[in-house]
């Protein structure tokens, strides 16, 4: 527990549940004494129709006087793979809210059923410790398409009377992307603040195919010698499984007057790359395609005028795009079509004579955009 100018930062109970599959088995986590006290468990055991559940909250025993769990009966799912399950009680003082996430290996029928689209699934549930009661809540967190991670968290703010305001935190990586969505719980109610939606699918999804592989020892110089130095191989053997290693490029001070499609094929991993202070005039349309994982790209002190429209049209992840310092006089509106993960754009310091509204138009909601130092800005 961690509490900073009246914030309560609450401890995430978590327990991976294992087990033989031919009896019922459980796994608990206990609940705070001071608030709802007792246990929250889950109980579970495999059958023809899938994995039978149901929640359990069981009282501290009160004067050796033995008091009987409350059941929630979860019924049977098919979809929730049985080496995967993982619960999280939260602790809210007068009530307790549980979080059962799953992953969804087909698609099922009936209320709150996973879409073939739905990878990461999640159901949450609340026990009122008043009244002794569970209740099903009619909300659904979904990870869209297949995710690597999905977590819950929350925070509290405390006064003088317990909780005054929680905040639910959903977590999860879809495509490369981390997005993380704000929920507001108050009396009983899940509101969504703040919903993060993938950005944009993965490129292979939207019907990209990937570049062909371009022998790296016929890439530009500067290209073949940044792989050459990263993964300590000369260009001769450095194929597919090698180039899959590279997460990061820095080509920066290279003198790297051009560059052709190709020179980053095969670089499936590619998070960072920069080139920085190189006399860049001008870029090639396909000369990014297939760095789908991309989240930063910097062409800061180039001497770039233009940008072919299109050319970032598969960087569907990158997050930083620098084009500071250069000699940009105008932009196609397709210059950042594609860009649907942007948070940061920087045109600070070119020739720019208009702002460049019809280019900016297709970014996301929020990305910052920065164009200081450009003539139509003085």
């Given at each position: 527990m961690r509490a900073s100018m009246g914030i309560s930062m609450a401890v995430v109970l978590g327990v991976v549940l294992v087990g033989p599959a031919a009896r019922a088995e459980e796994r608990c986590s206990a609940l705070d004494a001071k608030g709802v006290g007792g246990q929250v468990c889950l109980v579970w055991?495999?059958?023809?129709?899938?994995?039978?559940?149901?929640?359990?909250?069981?009282?501290?025993?009160?004067?050796?006087?033995?008091?009987?769990?409350?059941?929630?009966?979860?019924?049977?799912?098919?979809?929730?793979?049985?080496?995967?399950?993982?619960?999280?009680?939260?602790?809210?003082?007068?009530?307790?809210?549980?979080?059962?996430?799953?992953?969804?290996?087909?698609?099922?029928?009936?209320?709150?059923?996973?879409?073939?689209?739905?990878?990461?699934?999640?159901?949450?549930?609340?026990?009122?410790?008043?009244?002794?009661?569970?209740?099903s809540l009619p909300v659904r967190l979904v990870c869209r398409r297949p995710c690597s991670m999905q977590f819950l968290s929350y925070q509290t703010r405390l006064g003088p009377r317990g909780p005054q305001g929680t905040r639910l935190f959903h977590e999860c990586t879809v495509d490369g992307q981390y997005l993380r969505s704000t929920y507001a719980w108050e009396d009983g109610r899940l509101t969504p603040l703040?919903?993060?939606?993938?950005?944009?699918?993965?490129?292979?999804?939207?019907?990209?195919?990937?570049?062909?592989?371009?022998?790296?020892?016929?890439?530009?110089?500067?290209?073949?010698?940044?792989?050459?130095?990263?993964?300590?191989?000369?260009?001769?053997?450095?194929?597919?499984?090698?180039?899959?290693?590279?997460?990061?490029?820095?080509?920066?001070?290279?003198?790297?007057?051009?560059?052709?499609?190709?020179?980053?094929?095969?670089?499936?991993?590619?998070?960072?790359?920069?080139?920085?202070?190189?006399?860049?005039?001008?870029?090639?349309?396909?000369?990014?395609?297939?760095?789908?994982?991309?989240?930063?790209?910097?062409?800061?002190?180039?001497r770039l005028r233009t940008l072919p429209g299109g050319l970032f049209s598969q960087l569907g992840s990158l997050r930083d795009l620098y084009l500071n310092h250069n000699a940009l006089e105008s932009l196609p509106a397709d210059a950042f079509a594609g860009l649907t993960s942007l948070d940061f754009l920087s045109l600070d310091h070119n020739k720019l004579t208009a702002r460049p509204e019809a280019a900016l138009a297709p970014l996301p909601r929020g990305c910052k955009v920065y164009a200081n130092g450009n003539p139509f800005a003085q």
């Open positions: 055991s495999a059958g023809d129709g899938g994995l039978a559940l149901r929640l359990e909250h069981r009282p501290d025993e009160r004067a050796g006087q033995r008091v009987p769990p409350v059941v929630l009966d979860l019924g049977r799912e098919p979809a929730l793979r049985p080496d995967e399950r993982v619960l999280l009680a939260f602790d809210l003082v007068r009530e307790a809210l549980v979080w059962l996430p799953f992953k969804a290996t087909r698609a099922a029928d009936g209320p709150g059923a996973a879409s073939p689209e739905d990878e990461c699934v999640s159901r949450l549930y609340r026990f009122e410790a008043g009244d002794r009661r569970w209740e703040e919903i993060a939606e993938p950005k944009a699918r993965d490129a292979l999804a939207r019907g990209f195919a990937p570049p062909p592989l371009k022998p790296v020892c016929q890439r530009s110089a500067a290209v073949r010698q940044a792989l050459e130095r990263a993964l300590g191989q000369p260009c001769e053997a450095l194929g597919p499984d090698q180039l899959a290693r590279v997460t990061r490029l820095d080509l920066s001070g290279q003198q790297v007057a051009r560059l052709a499609p190709g020179d980053f094929s095969g670089l499936p991993e590619l998070t960072s790359l920069e080139l920085i202070d190189n006399p860049l005039v001008e870029l090639s349309p396909g000369t990014f395609d297939g760095l789908w994982k991309l989240h930063s790209l910097s062409f800061q002190g180039c």
